[in-house]
């Protein structure tokens, strides 16, 4: 394990002196444990769950998008009643304030959800009789 070297006062929580150099040294895993614990409480390390942008609101889009204010979450709500649903979360650049570089920062964060909505099972009453063989 790679050990960096540092000047460190006497005593230093987690420093280690060298006998040879003088000189203290703090282990790579300890310098960045409080980066990688801080991390993981903070969530940032983990991805949200994503946001439906043909169903969410002004609220849930502000909230769950990034570099969206509520400026933008509403034209992109204004856009969705006008001209309908999204196909593909690329078509979010449509909506004025929203550029390329929004939609990249947000890829993850975003889905449209499924294509077709479900079909409901044949009824009964749809199916053709079976016609009779000879």
């Not at 992109?76 to 196909?87: A, C, D, K, N, S």
Request: hydrophobic share 35%; charged share 20%; proline share 6%.
């Amino acid at each position: 394990m790679w050990r960096g070297t540092l000047a460190a006062p006497t005593g230093s929580a987690g420093c280690y002196r060298c006998r040879a150099t003088g000189s203290y040294t703090v282990g790579l895993w300890r310098s960045c444990n409080a980066l990688v614990l801080g991390l993981l409480l903070s969530g940032a390390a983990w991805t949200a769950e994503r946001v439906n942008i043909n169903t969410a609101d002004a609220v849930t889009l502000e909230q769950g998008l990034t570099n969206v204010g509520p400026v933008k979450a509403q034209a992109i709500v204004t856009y969705r009643r006008q001209h309908g649903p999204f196909l593909r979360v690329e078509d979010l650049t449509r909506v004025k304030g929203i550029g390329t570089a929004t939609v990249e920062r947000n890829r993850q964060r975003m889905t449209v959800g499924t294509r077709q909505a479900p079909t409901a099972a044949p009824s009964r009453q749809d199916v053709p009789a079976p016609v009779p063989r000879r």
